[in-house]
């Protein structure tokens, strides 16, 4: 695509843009202990809140006396279900249709948060209080199983709610789906002629493919503190303050109908962890608590509590017909995938109809037929995109075929590539091609059949690829704000810091486009600022730099006009300030006469295009303040437009070695690479830590993590962190990685951004079948492999 809609889309020098290892605005206060998230906050007078959390999987609050523990001394309040100031509260699941109170007295899984809400002078105090209610339980079916809790005998747990997927796209090839019958919503989609396909192909395989539930890693438990005050500057009326809460704070201003400008969010650390938006009860509470008490109130997770979905479980039963050569024909996709508990994200269910991995083959004829199964496992919050939209199902296929006519899986996924521009394009796709080549040399890549290569230590060797497209967030609009002032350009901005150094990216391509520094463009944040530049990841980072580039070009314009203006009209030498008063203005540059397209930025200075040398400072050449604003987004926003996977621009591609004892079952990783195609490298600092996150959690997922339940009372046994094992850093090995600049991207100099495309679910499982040529589901532990293998 490129960026050909906005200014300088086709700048070939860059003297910012891509510099290694420039520092993050916030880097220093995160790594000197500075940084302060919600769970840091500790002001005078300040109360302690905890809800009270269900020990069942499923269960509904009949009754609760309180009167025991307002007793407690230290309490300060508690709040039921039942009062009125709970049931008036806003849901921020209002906006997106969702009708469930804020807080009932059912809970639909261990550890939810129901019924009430002590505050008290200590958390200790708030514990006893809870251990004082008189509850009275009423123990509900529950689910834990899908396969069992989709049949038709099967205890349906949430008779009453239909709820919409979040963030369900619909594509033109979906099928309206059938009512919901018992615990099971349906999602359906069929495109082509899937029994035609099937009579096309050689050959016919099957498989499975399992995705457990994972929660990966959320470094900083989620909390935050509130409290009101009296302001000045905004009229009548308090002012709520509240920090911890996530991203922008327009989801506190609606949930208490306060206006944007007597909403304070000023802490620039949210926590959070990755790809994951969802605002917990304990970011929101506090506001209504500190209302209620006249005083601080703080309300936090435990570590144990930080145990939810980063993705859901998901069962696919998969059916593809190829030909010979190894062009796929038809899919047929059956999928029974958890729903979770009320109100989690099935964003990375149906998503995969939209913006999957369908969409890039050349194979028209794929039906899908998914099951969404409501449970009592967990939660996923908003995003719950880990592997997009279970990006390795075509994976797997690619291998499977590879193995079946002995041909190298790269070739099996060239062939059935569309082309750039549709899937009736047969043209190669340039960057799958540029990346594939840097791939091959990188890894010395040399495929083998399953179980042909034993490493000298008697280890058998494994190896896979995958490929991905670099997905884009432009569906959203930015609103970007430059100021000049006193000879400084200053990027005002709202924060909070999202993970993704979003902001850094913003302010070297201003400073590219203005002929300044990095770090002579001043990063402001100001929660009353209206720029956010996140949207999604990295990829939002993209295009919310486009829309700063836009908003600098703007800037500069101004800035050569009044350049020339004030050499025209500035007073002569030895004059003082206005009316006499004040230093004396500083001398004009030498550019009388000119016009603003005689010249330039360059170095901090405005300078005459022909020759750089003549030119004088920005803080004299203009002396007055200066500003400009930009709304907009990149063009082409394909999430919104339905062409996601259809238009292949940028891509990425990955790549995985083990080593497989099958003696003791031992996995070991020797070597993961990546070489991707992100259009532009912006910041390449936060491009390789993003790439070095998704796979640490790619490993987690696949090697280690999983949840157990006991099937009797559907409680978790290991959400903590001896039981649920989770990747060390001397576990992950280091990622090999080489970048490609194609600028075919849409965004920001052709940038599309990498963010969650790089994460998988199956690179490693598959790299274990090509070693011992059996199929482990992950997570792959030892004693999975010894019985995969007939040993254990």
């Known amino acids: 695509m490129a960026d050909l809609a906005g200014v300088n889309g086709q700048r070939e020098d860059f003297r910012v843009v891509g510099q290694r290892n420039v520092p993050g605005k916030l880097s220093y206060a995160l790594a000197t202990g500075v940084a302060k998230f919600g769970i840091d906050y500790v002001l005078p007078d300040m109360l302690h809140a905890k809800f009270l959390r269900s020990p069942y999987a499923h269960a509904r609050v009949a009754r609760v006396d309180t009167s025991a523990a307002r007793a407690v001394p230290g309490v300060a309040d508690i709040l039921t279900w039942e009062d009125e100031d709970i049931r008036k509260l806003r849901s921020f699941g209002e906006m997106f249709g969702a009708q469930r109170p804020y807080l009932d007295n059912l809970a639909d899984q261990e550890g939810a948060e129901v019924a009430v809400i002590v505050v008290a002078e200590s958390e200790d105090i708030c514990e006893e209080a809870l251990r004082r209610l008189d509850i009275q339980w009423e123990i509900l079916p529950h689910v834990v199983d899908l396969l069992e809790g989709r049949k038709p005998d099967a205890p349906v747990i949430r008779p009453q709610v239909r709820e919409t997927p979040q963030f369900g796209i619909r594509s033109p090839d979906q099928l309206e789906s059938p009512p919901k019958r018992g615990n099971v919503a349906y999602s359906n989609f069929d495109s082509g002629d899937i029994e035609a396909g099937f009579k096309a192909a050689d050959h016919i395989i099957e498989y499975d493919l399992y995705t457990p539930a994972f929660a990966s890693h959320m470094p900083n438990p989620s909390g935050s503190v509130a409290w009101w005050s ?65 005083r601080p109130v703080r309300c936090v997770n435990t570590r144990e509590e930080t145990y939810d979905f980063i993705m859901n479980q998901r069962y696919a039963y998969m059916k593809v017909g190829f030909t010979k050569n190894g062009l796929i024909t038809a899919m047929d996709d059956f999928s029974v995938a958890d729903g979770g508990v009320w109100g989690s994200s099935s964003f990375g269910n149906v998503g995969d109809q939209t913006q999957g991995p369908y969409n890039t083959l050349k194979c028209k004829n794929v039906r899908q037929f998914m099951e969404i199964v409501d449970s009592n496992r967990g939660m996923m919050y908003v995003s719950g995109q880990h592997c997009p939209f279970n990006w390795d199902i075509v994976t797997i296929a690619i291998h499977l075929i590879a193995e079946k006519l002995d041909m190298d899986p790269i070739d099996v996924a060239r062939l059935n590539l569309h082309g750039p ?56 609009t930015y609103h970007c704000k430059l100021e000049l002032r006193q000879g400084v350009v200053h990027l005002p901005t709202q924060g909070p810091l999202f993970g993704v150094y979003s902001i850094e990216c913003n302010a070297m391509v201003v400073a590219e486009e203005l002929g300044l520094n990095y770090e002579d463009v001043c990063i402001d944040f100001d929660y009353r600022e209206n720029f956010v530049t996140f949207g999604g990841g990295s990829d939002g980072t993209t295009a919310s730099a486009w829309v700063a580039k836009e908003c600098a070009h703007i800037l500069k314009q101004r800035i050569l006009e009044a350049a020339i203006e004030y050499a025209e009209t500035a007073p002569p030498p030895g004059m003082g300030g206005g009316h006499g008063f004040g230093p004396p203005p500083p001398p004009p540059g030498p550019f009388k006469g000119l016009k603003p397209e005689d010249l330039d930025l360059a170095g901090g200075r405005v300078v005459l295009k022909a020759d750089h040398s003549v030119g004088a400072p920005l803080t004299s050449a203009v002396p007055q303040n200066l500003f ?80 157990v339940y006991d099937p009797r009372t559907g409680v978790r046994l290991n959400t903590n962190m001896f039981d649920y094992k989770k990747p060390g850093m001397l576990d992950v090995p280091p990622v090999e990685k080489d970048f490609l600049e194609t600028r075919a991207g849409n965004a920001v100099y052709g940038a599309n951004g990498i963010s969650h495309s790089l994460a998988n679910t199956h690179m490693i499982i598959i790299a274990i079948h090509n070693a011992i040529g059996v199929w482990v589901d992950p997570p792959a532990t030892p004693d999975k492999v010894l019985k995969a293998l007939g040993k254990a």
Not at 422 to 444: L, Y
């Open 230 to 294: 009296d302001e000045p500057y905004f009229g009548e009326g308090k002012t709520l303050h509240i920090e911890g809460a996530v991203r922008e704070k327009h989801s506190i201003s609606f949930m208490y109908g306060m206006p944007p400008e007597k909403t304070v969010q000023e802490g620039l650390f949210m926590g959070g962890k990755y790809c994951d938006w969802g605002l917990r009860k304990s970011q929101n509470i506090t506001p209504l608590l500190a209302k209620r008490t006249g």
């Open 421 to 476: 521009e549709s899937q009736d394009d047969i043209n190669p796709v340039h960057s799958f091609e540029a990346c594939v080549e840097t791939g091959r040399k990188m890894m010395n890549w040399d495929w083998h059949r399953a179980g042909a290569r034993k490493l000298p230590d008697g280890r058998y060797h494994g190896a896979s690829f995958r490929y991905q497209m670099c997905p884009r967030h432009s569906f959203a």
């Open 628 to 707: 400009a604003t930009y709304s907009g987004k990149p063009p082409l926003a394909v999430w919104v437009t339905g062409s996601m996977g259809k238009i292949l621009d940028t891509m990425n591609t990955a790549y995985c070695e083990v080593a497989v004892d099958t003696e003791t079952g031992e996995v070991e990783i020797l070597r993961f690479g990546v070489a991707a195609d992100p259009g532009k490298v912006l910041r390449p600092t936060s491009l390789e830590s993003q790439i070095d996150q998704v796979m640490y959690f790619s490993q987690g997922c696949q090697l280690l993590e999983d949840f």
